[in-house]
């Protein structure tokens, strides 16, 4: 297919590495992380960083929506689903995320009616099928899947459909960067820039890491050529001294990124004083919920919820991870208690989690050897 | 494996909702501002195309949770 096959081209994936190989200086460590989750997933997939030389070295960022969601969260959704009536809609990662008292697989089981969708339009669906029943949107993900609860929500008030609500825990993905550049226990060199997130808010928003922090980003597709060529391009700015926001993902990504998806997103959503995120705690404005003008589909507010705040499991140490601090597998409980089958935390659930990547992969006996 | 269903394959995993799709747009309806499109693999979706300009039969675009937010260049 086309954008695909030849962004898996071996050769050129070979003279990339090479050109990486010629870039980098002998004796300097470089750490880049990679702030996506889709990223993360194709690195391991495709072993991009078997291809960089020994001192490259990348570290995976918050950038996945569901390992960052926070066990209060997951509680507060599963309060829901046990509503009388309650149709409890999200995506099926979600339903394997540890809260408390369980997953929502789990409330499931226990009678809750949950059901898995894959976009927040089957949710509404879903409650044109069932009028008599309350079809809560379970919403999370950051800019590249607000839009579409956005476009969802005008839908259901266009075509009046009173039984559809949202719990909505979108994130957005500059605060948290933000906070992991002022974070003293992380040393970054640069930044592979997510490329679909930038597909909908453009290069604009990341300018302030070279401007503030002095530090490279590249926008970059998800290609194994596309995260190689990238990470060349973030070499090369280390090495001619350069500090900028540059846009690898061309072909999709255009600098201003989609006007009317952040259109429509300013219209639904109005920034959150402050949201819990797991393993990084309390970020300001990291968060987006209803605005007022659709305050009548936000499902907290039609139901209410408990709200509690509830600590990670002392064994997991996805915050760590999420930070970039320790790498998967120096996890105490990863591959052990932790398991994609039974995951502790939440970087083990999706195959965008960077403990999940390591472990489907197989990455990790190689890496405790090196060890 | 997990139990994320069927749609959930090696190379996309839409149902952890943050991946995008590259699809060719097969119809359009442009009264309800919805496409029809195909994945490479032959698996169809309703998407929305609001957010877009310009949509037509032939396009491919990225799908994220089923709406199109960008335009592939040069797709043919």
Known sequence: MRYVDEFRDPELGRALAGEILATVEPGRHYKLMEVCGGHTHSIYKYGVDD????????????????????MGRV??????????????????????????????????????????VYSPLD???????????????????????????????????????ANFSCMCNHVTIVP??????????????GFIG???VATVVGARPFRFIPADYGRPLVIAGFEPLDL?????MILRQLADGRCEVENQYTRVVPDEGNPRA?????????????????GLGFISQSALRLSDAYADLDAEQRFGVPGVRVADPKACQCGEVLKGVIKPWECKVFGTACTPDHAIGTCMVSPEGACAAYYNYGRFAREREVV | MTDTGARCGAEHCITCSDEGLAMRVLRVDDERGLALCAADDGERATVEIALLEDVAAGDVVLVHADVALAALDGAG
């Open chain 1, 75 to 116: 509680d507060d959704g599963i309060a829901l689903a046990h509503e009388a009536g309650v149709i409890f809609t999200c995506f099926g990662d979600m339903m394997r995320v540890p809260g408390s008292h369980g997953t929502l697989l789990e409330a499931k089981a226990q009678g809750a009616d949950v059901r898995m």
């Open chain 1, 228 to 232: 190689l060529q990238a990470i060349h």
């Open chain 1, 262 to 278: 952040l259109a429509v997103m300013a219209e639904v959503f109005a920034l959150r004083p402050h949201f819990e995120w797991r």
């Open chain 1, 123 to 161: 949710a509404l669906r879903i409650a044109k099928a069932n009028p008599e029943r309350e079809v809560v949107f379970f919403a999370i993900g950051f800019e590249t899947t607000a839009p579409s609860t956005a476009l969802t929500l005008k839908r259901a008030r266009a075509e009046g459909v």
């Open chain 1, 194 to 196: 997510p490329g679909h």
């Open chain 1, 176 to 189: 948290p960067l933000r906070a992991l550049l002022d974070s003293p226990d992380l040393r970054l060199d």
């Open chain 1, 51 to 70: 291809l960089l030389p020994a001192n490259v070295e990348l570290v995976h960022g918050p950038g996945c929506p569901v390992c960052v969601i926070p």
